[in-house]
């Protein structure tokens, strides 16, 4: 491995000082025993590019959604940390720390979808995971695909693996084993302007083939802006075309099942979402910024993170959706 190679993995030790520049990692977990999901992800911020905002959402047992958000100057080296997080890169490919120590707020998903996140009463998390892969990392950019949409942040770099840890809140213990993860990494200019529709979907399934898709619609373009993916078996990926995908169009439209249709060397896959676990609701606005539920001042994209059941050619498995949707924002 080329230290140029491994050098793209870590956040750049100088940031560009560039319109609409974002370096971007992200980390989503699935615990289906203790039913908790996070997504994480820290991002530099458009204003000023040596600050780097730090974002949390973890969906509760008791279906409660904890928020965190600062924002901090600590990123260097391997460790990309703004205030309260560590997202490190223990070893190139296949391993990542990811921690949390600080106050976070809780809200349920209605209130978060009826008036957004608001604050109020904070209280103290404490969160350590480790990613460990189960897939070899896959390069967008390898793939050929072109990026058209301008949101993305320039073609992704994304793993498949498993986290174990443990989570403390208000005074309760989780320990964290074996649950499904998906981390991301990316570079470039991100105007979601244009922005109208997503589906990036990930998973894997019991007899070891796993999967991964990026689609995505702008205003202006007809047709697909991006549409990239892959099948993962036995190590390898398998470059894919998307024959049938599911957007979203409104507010209504979270826990909605899907079917995803794919085709690569190794044979087609039709792939169901039978059940959806849990839904994190997040809104994204231009300049790109991202917060948990809805946002009541000005026009926003309403995503939505979701754990979900799968199921193909009678296997079942697990996965990671996020769909959104918008009107023109720009």
């Not at 390069?139 to 072109?146: A, E, L, N």
């Amino acid at each position: 491995m080329t230290a140029a190679e491994i050098s793209h993995e870590y956040p750049l030790a100088k940031q560009l000082d560039s319109e609409l520049w974002s370096e971007n990692f992200a980390l989503a977990m699935s615990d289906t025993i203790n039913e908790i999901s996070m997504l994480y992800s820290i991002g530099t911020w458009y204003d000023d590019t040596s600050i780097w905002r730090e974002k949390l959402s973890i969906q509760m047992p008791d279906g409660h959604i904890l928020i965190g958000r600062n924002y901090g100057r600590n990123t260097g080296g391997s460790v990309v940390s703004g205030a309260l997080s560590r997202y490190e890169i223990i070893e190139h490919e296949k391993q990542v720390r990811m921690q949390w120590n600080g106050p976070v707020w809780s809200h349920s998903f209605d209130e978060l979808m009826t008036r957004g996140f608001n604050g109020g009463l904070a209280r103290n998390l404490n969160l350590d995971v480790h990613f460990e892969a189960t897939t070899p990392i896959w390069d967008m950019k390898k793939d050929g695909q072109k990026d058209k949409t301008g949101i993305t942040g320039a073609m992704h770099t994304e793993q498949l693996g498993r986290c174990h840890g443990s989570l403390r809140y208000n005074g309760q213990n989780w320990a964290i084993s074996k649950a499904l993860s998906c981390r991301d990494h990316s570079r470039g200019k991100r105007d979601f302007a244009p922005y109208k529709t997503h589906c990036w979907i990930n998973g894997e399934f019991e007899n070891g083939r796993a999967f991964q898709l990026y689609a995505a619609e702008i205003y202006g373009l007809d047709g697909p802006a991006l549409s990239s993916a892959t099948v993962i078996e036995d190590g390898v990926h398998y470059p894919a075309t998307i024959t049938h995908v599911e957007f979203i169009s409104g507010h209504d439209d979270y826990r909605k099942r899907q079917t995803i249709g794919l085709e690569s060397a190794i044979g087609k896959m039709q792939i169901e979402v039978t059940r959806v676990r849990s839904c994190l609701p997040v809104s994204v606005v231009t300049p790109f910024e991202a917060q948990a539920g809805i946002i009541k001042d000005r026009d926003y994209g309403l995503i939505f993170d979701e754990t979900v059941d799968l199921l193909w050619n009678g296997h079942t498995g697990l996965g990671w959706s996020e769909r959104g949707w918008s009107k023109k924002l720009g």
